[in-house]
Each structure stands twice: as structure tokens, then as C-alpha cells.
């Protein structure tokens, strides 16, 4: 059955069954292509670095450097031909295509994600699979939504469905994949898409049993007894792993905003400098404890110290070597995500910790291993502050309930952490640091916060201003424009009034200077609610928006803009 069939087959069934089908669809396709993702990483992984570790030094680090550099570059050589979009982890990238763009993914950028991935993850950079296994799930349920007849503008529910259904066969985590998306994509856990994430979520889990197993991610040695030291050591190393998540988000950010800028280097060459980097961080660390953690996702090291058998030293030696790589691979451009990494990053901070604290109190092995686990979570709660989400998918990844009250007391430990440290996620962050406006892309979820929300959410920020008002500049503005009202400003964009075009043009025919209307200015911090007033009251319909420390016009809004602006809330409501 091609998909032409498929669309006519849904469009038989009864209205209410529709979107059930669509939904289960949605779910077993991301499901499918996220174990296609894994299988294709850890092919490659398993022929490449790991076979290799196996052979001589010499051998190694020829072959090492062969297949990281080689990768890389082959990776930023089809992001800089085909789709830039497709670097970094995928989150905010899918986040702003669900807001701004109705759930619409790019066809190009699921195959150069998939493809790209592959390549970079599998062939050594220290990156992760998890946050490209999201955006490759909910962009191809956002292509299969459109061959099955939904038009651009109405692909949200499978953008949000595959974004759940490929979180949870990454992980093999349904609960925490469902959290997830509604926690850092859609940002309501009371979204009303809630029933088609649930279903194509446990649809993805289902497609991740089948092909890959029933085990969890990681087989974590069972917790029993421990003592009330190392509780009382959870919140010291959940402040630890949240401030090392911290630091790995600030330099990061700091290295990918240095990277944005215009430079001679192609992409492939800066994505080739992080591989590079990769290699020579994790061959040191190899020739050093003969561990490859820094390469890949480091799930074999990961492991090793949820079954007690990490040393502290060597988790030291680890968290900095993955870090630095980290930072250095995802800030120069590469083709990953950041779960992983952050996982790992906590893991270490926490069986490094138990083992300064085992130089004065010994330590059982489940103690060292209950650390760890709080480590993973406070890491990733304090970078991608779904505190929800990261209890849930370290429970889910090892199947251990007594690790769930230390690990909500982790919770709040990096809440507290990350908010110090940063005003906003590291996937929030990063789409300011690509300009998208974080308060025109998530609306509010009711009318007050709506009312309440500055002008800026809704206003034009790139207003035709007016500085020349004599009769030949005018002359020149009628015929460039089409307008029906202009701004008229100062050299210093501060207001003068406001131009007709009816007035402009008697204004050419009777060579004189123009008569200026009044209008109404407001600084960019009022709200939509005091704005919506002044527009009403306006004979023109417009009000102008100065900056926030002078009185500079940086912009304006129309009686349409509010229309439209109300309408698009209310749709998203």
C-alpha cells in the first residue's frame, strides 16, 4: 500500500478514528527510525573505535585519527551542502519548527540529521544520539503527516507524537519520553496533545522491545541498604553534577557563539577541528586507563560505573576529558546531542565524589552506584531543566525504585543550581543565541498571560521609518513602497507623527512639507492589554514602540497585527 492508498484509506474512516490511526502511524515510523539511528551508530561504532582499541597502540591511534577525522568532516561536508539546521542536537531546532512553523520539518533535514548522526556520533565525536533520535522522530512523522493529506500549517500532533515515539525507543523510556515533550517542546504538561503523545510514545517503546530487546539502557547493580552518609551526600553531589552541567552549558553556548561568526573556515573544516579534538583528548585518556568514554556516547564506561566497577580516579580523569571534548565537538558545529554527554558527566561527578568520601567513611558498592544515578539526573536536570523528565528516565533506564527519592531530592538541588547559574535551558538558550524571539514562539497558555505578555511578543521590529520629508524624498518613498502609514522620526529615530499616504502624496502635488498626525508611543515592556486600548482609541490603528532606555522608534503595531496575533493564540490554545 503506497501512501497515496494509505491517505485515501483514512479519509474512508469514520472522523473520530482518523486521527487514531494518524497517531499510531506517527509512533511506529519515528519508533522504526530511531532503532535504524542506533543500529547505524553502533554498527559503525563497533567496527571502527572499538575494533581498533584491540589492536596495537600504533595501530590505534593511526586508525583512530583515520576514522574520527574522516567522519567528521564527511559530516560537516553535508551540513554546509545541504542543511545547516541539521547540527546540535535537534531539540530547540524541532521546538522552534513546532511553534513557528505549525510542526513542519524540512524533508532535507531528517535525511542529513540521520545520515550526519551516523556518521558523527558512530564514527568517535563526543556527542549524543538521544536529542537527533527527537528531531529525526517528530520530522518524519511531520513528512508523513503531509503524504497523508495534512496540509503545513496543522502538523503539530505528529511533529509531537514522532518527537515521543523516537525519545522513547532511544531510551527505551515511554513515561519520560511523554514528560519530555511536553515539559521542553510543547511546555505545558496539561496540553491538550497529551493522549496522541501517550499513544505513539508507548507505540515507539513497543517498536524499540521488539527489535532491540526488553532491557533497560544501562543494568544498574541493585540498590539495597546503604548508609545515612551517603544519603546525606546526595544533595553535595547533586549541587556537584548540576554545576557540572553548568559549566559544560556556558562554554558550550560560549564556543558555538564565537563559531557563528562569519569566517573563512567551511563547516567542514570546524566540525573536522572538533573531531581532531576528540581524537587526541580520548587517545590520551585510552593510552592512560585504556577506557574509550570520551569517544561516542561513552555508554561502556557509563555502565561500568552503575555496576560499581569505576574507579575514582579514572571517573575524574573521565568527567574532565568528556567534558572539554564535549564542549569543543558540539561548539564547533558537530551533528549531536547533549543527553548522553550530561548522563555521563553526572555518572562521573558522582563515583568521583564517593571516592573522596571513601577515604574517610567506606563505602558499599550500591552506595557508590546510588551517587552515580543522582549525579546522571541532577546533570541533566540542571542543563535541560525538565526535572520531571530526568527523574523519570534514569528510573525508567534502570528499573530501580529506591533511587527515585534521592533522585527528587537531586531534582531540586539542580533546579536551584541551573537558575543561578543561567536564566534559561541550554535548548532555549541556544535559539535566542540563533535569534529566535523565545516569546514569539511559545504563546502563552491562557488569556491573563496573553493580556499580560509585553507588546514585544506580537510588535513589527522592522518598521519603515522616515527621516526625509521633503517632496522629492517623498516622491521616491510612494513609489518604493506601499504602505498606507509611515513613521516619520528624527536623525535619531525620535518620533515626529505619523504620515498618510493620502498626505504624502498631496503633500508631492502641492510642494510642501507634509502635516504629521499624532500618534500614540509606548516603550516595548507594556502589555498586550494597555496596547490593545491606545489601538482602539488610535484614528490611525497604529502604535509605535520605543526602546526600553531612550526614546528611539524601534518598532510598531497595527490594529491588523493584534487581530492576527489574537487569532494565532487562539488556535494555539
Known sequence: MNFLSAADLIGRLPPAARPVLRTVLYGLVAG?????????????????????????????????????????????WLLGSFCREAAGSGIPQLKAAFWKDFGWVPWRTVWVKFVGGVLTVGGGASLGREGPTVQLGGGLASNLAGLLGEPKHQRRKAAAAGAAAGLAAAFNTPIAAVTFVLEEIIGDLNSRLLGGVLLASVLGAFVAHGLLG????????????????????????????????????????????????????????????????????????????????????????????????????????????????????????????????????????????????????????????????VGMSSCLASVV????????????MTHEFAVVPPLMVAALVSQAVSHFFAKHNFYDALLQQDDVDLDRVMPPRDLRAWQDSPVSRIANFRPVLVRDIAPAALAQLLQDRSHERFPVVQTDARPLGLLTRAEAKAAVAENRAPRLASCPVVRREVTVREVQRQLIESPEGIVLIQAGADDRIIGLITLHDLLRAEAAFGQDC
Not at 596495537?56 to 568532516?73: C, E, Q, W, Y
Not at 544533595?235 to 553556548?253: N, Y
Not at 550530561?342 to 551517587?371: D, Q, R, Y
Open 32 to 76: 522504526l527510525v530511531a532503532v535504524a539511528f542506533h543500529l547505524g551508530i553502533h554498527f559503525l561504532y563497533t567496527n571502527g573505535i572499538e575494533r581498533l582499541a584491540r589492536e596495537s597502540v600504533l595501530h590505534f591511534l593511526i586508525g583512530s585519527f583515520l576514522v574520527v577525522a574522516g567522519t567528521s568532516a564527511l559530516a560537516g
Open 214 to 373: 526488553e532491557q533497560p539502557a544501562f543494568q544498574l547493580q541493585a540498590v539495597g541498604q546503604v548508609r545515612w552518609i551517603v544519603y546525606a551526600a546526595v544533595p553535595f553531589v547533586a549541587l556537584l553534577a548540576a554545576a557540572a552541567g553548568s559549566l559544560f552549558q556556558k562554554t558550550a553556548l560560549g564556543l558555538r557563539a564565537w563559531n557563528k561568526r562569519p569566517t573563512r573556515l567551511p563547516i567542514w573544516v570546524r566540525t573536522t577541528l572538533g573531531g581532531c579534538a576528540v581524537w587526541l583528548i580520548g587517545s590520551a585518556v585510552f593510552l592512560y586507563n585504556g577506557r574509550l568514554g570520551v569517544f561516542s556516547l561513552g555508554y561502556g564506561d557509563l555502565s561500568a560505573a552503575l555496576t560499581g566497577g569505576m574507579p575514582a580516579n579514572d571517573a575524574a580523569v573521565l568527567l574532565v576529558a568528556k567534558l572539554a571534548a564535549t564542549v569543543l565537538c558540539y561548539g564547533l558545529g558537530g551533528c549531536g546531542g547533549i543527553f548522553a554527554p550530561t548522563l555521563f558527566f553526572g555518572a562521573m561527578t558522582g563515583v568521583a565524589t564517593a571516592g573522596l568520601l571513601n577515604l574517610a567513611i567506606p563505602l558499599s558498592p550500591s552506595g557508590v552506584v546510588l551517587l552515580a544515578v
Open 385 to 396: 531543566r525538565a526535572p520531571v523528565t530526568s527523574i523519570l528516565i534514569v528510573f525508567e
